[in-house]
């Protein structure tokens, strides 16, 4: 019923740019959270950002002053603006969403199938 979808992913040059987008789809109430995770190879998934039904905003501390999570309107799309990029920023970048809809009116988490960020020269 409920459905994330990333876009924006690809490759880009050490200290370029790329901005991520989220999009959520289906008969939704509240997006009460929506966050940005990332995993490299060999690695662990990781939260990377977050904002809130309020518009508060969080990071991890690797992308702060970096990276910037936002939001067209109240609900979507979120957006991960991400700059200075590093090769140790290459991952799959997935969306993550807290969300109450016709289907789950307690709401329940989403999962987008990811998009990949390469950074390298």
């Known amino acids: 019923q409920v459905q994330l979808a990333e876009s924006g992913g690809g490759l880009v040059q050490p200290g370029g740019s790329l901005r991520l987008s989220c999009a959520a789809s289906?008969?939704?109430?509240?997006?009460?959270?929506m966050g940005w995770y990332r995993q490299a190879p060999g690695k662990q998934r990781e939260w990377v950002a977050g904002i809130t039904s309020a518009g508060t905003t969080t990071y991890v501390d690797s992308v702060k002053g970096r990276f910037t999570i936002s939001r067209d309107n109240a609900k979507n799309p979120v957006h991960l603006q991400m700059n200075s990029l590093s090769p140790e920023d290459t991952a799959v970048y997935y969306c993550?969403?807290?969300?109450?809809?016709?289907?789950?009116?307690?709401?329940?988490?989403?999962w987008g199938k990811g998009t990949l960020v390469t950074v390298s020269s």
């Open positions: 289906g008969s939704i109430f509240r997006i009460n959270y």
């Open positions: 993550y969403a807290d969300i109450q809809s016709v289907g789950s009116p307690n709401g329940m988490g989403y």
